[in-house]
């Protein structure tokens, strides 16, 4: 067991305390956060996953992803960087962007062992803008986009608060909200924060966030931008006092890539819906416009998890379960284009990939 003392005794104190911050602030502190002796970064601060100690199991793990994720292309983002160094821990000694960097470059080495091609926004300590980051996923062609953050405390005095959350884009019922972006995050914060031993925080059952949440409407630049799903993850705060050691330790990032590529791996190990256009999508007739939608699937479908839009307007469908076809009608529209989209998920709740499609009606 490499759990020191330390670690437990940061836990008793950590819950109680965060579960009342938040209605009445009554147990903040003027103190000053405790001096971090960084000597210690070499004591165990974490119990090591079994699954990484020992390099047979970790390769086995590695080779049963490789069906999964071979051929696929991950775009990671270390966020921060260069001109952007900005976030510090408590006592400064601790960048935000280079612990970023560092779980991002185990978590490269990790999906590439698994036969999956990667491409970083940054390799070393560099400035990328924040609006450039999507554009290069996208350039790399890339099916998902994961951005890797720390989480910092606002207030100054708090050195106890800390948790593990994932963020997707919107919120479900909004056009913009993506279940399979959200499942993305939902694998990857499950297996991430049980690697670092974090809960997910109060403020969700499952430790996953809209960016809505943070920024109502809009969200975070890099996922409002990108084309392709994506995630934003804030493993921890560096903010916390116990956390900014843990963090410190190229050891612990490494523990963290691995919960983070884990999350990834069994995301695309699962059997997904495929939506296809199979009704004449192009013709109107009397300015109605009908569509259909072929769903091949090993699973039964989830009737009630299947949304239709049209120019981003939500519109009703029917569901033949018996051919597994969606239809629906869209009456008075104008020759042009349009946009359709089409969402469902079996009923595992393993959500079909985004598909959104312009047409050309005549
Ligand atoms: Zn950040």
Not at 150 to 165: I, M, R
Not at 201 to 211: A, C, I, N, P, R
Not at 259 to 264: E, N, R, T, V
Not at 337 to 354: D, L, R, T, W, Y
Request: hydrophobic content about 35%.
């Amino acid at each position: 067991m490499r759990l020191s003392f330390i670690r437990i005794k940061l836990l008793i104190i950590t819950i109680p305390i965060f579960a009342l911050v938040g209605c009445s602030g009554a147990f903040k502190t003027n103190k000053e956060p405790p001096k971090i002796d960084y000597s210690l970064v070499n004591q165990a601060y974490f119990e090591y996953p079994q699954d990484l100690l020992v390099p047979e199991i970790t390769s086995k793990k590695i080779d049963s992803f490789k069906e999964a994720l071979t051929g696929k292309k991950i775009f990671i983002d270390p966020g921060h960087g260069g001109a952007d160094r900005r976030n510090k821990s408590r006592n400064g000694a601790l960048v935000e962007a280079d612990v970023n960097l560092r779980v991002a470059i185990f978590l490269k080495e990790f999906c590439e062992s698994a036969g999956a091609q990667v491409k970083l926004s940054r390799e070393v300590d560099s400035t990328v803008e924040l609006l450039t980051r999507p554009i290069l996923a996208e350039e790399f062609g890339a099916d998902i986009f994961i951005s890797v953050h720390h989480n910092a405390s606002p207030d100054p005095t708090d050195f106890w608060t800390n948790f593990t959350s994932t963020y997707y884009h919107a919120k479900p019922g909004s056009y913009k909200y993506e279940p399979f972006a959200h499942e993305l995050a939902r694998f990857v914060q499950r297996d991430l924060a049980y690697a670092m031993m974090n809960s997910g925080g109060l403020g969700s059952f499952d430790g996953t966030y809209s960016d809505y949440r943070i920024y109502p409407g809009d969200g975070f630049a890099v996922l409002r931008e990108s084309k392709i799903p994506s995630i934003l993850i804030e493993c921890s705060f560096h903010t916390n006092r116990m956390e900014e050691i843990r963090l410190a330790s190229g050891e612990f990032n490494r523990i963290q890539a691995w919960g983070i590529f884990k999350g990834i791996g069994k995301f695309f190990s699962v059997n997904r819906p495929i939506i296809s256009l199979v009704k004449d999508e192009s013709k109107l007739v009397n300015g109605t416009l009908n569509l259909g939608f072929q769903i091949e699937s090993t699973e039964e479908i989830d009737p009630f998890s299947i949304k239709t839009f049209f120019d981003s307007t939500f519109v009703n469908h029917e569901f033949n379960q018996s051919n597994s076809i969606i239809t629906f009608s869209v009456s008075d529209i104008e020759k042009g284009e349009h946009v359709i989209k089409v969402q469902c998920a079996n009923k595992s709740g393993n959500s079909s990939e985004p598909f959104e499609k312009k047409i050309l009606t005549n």
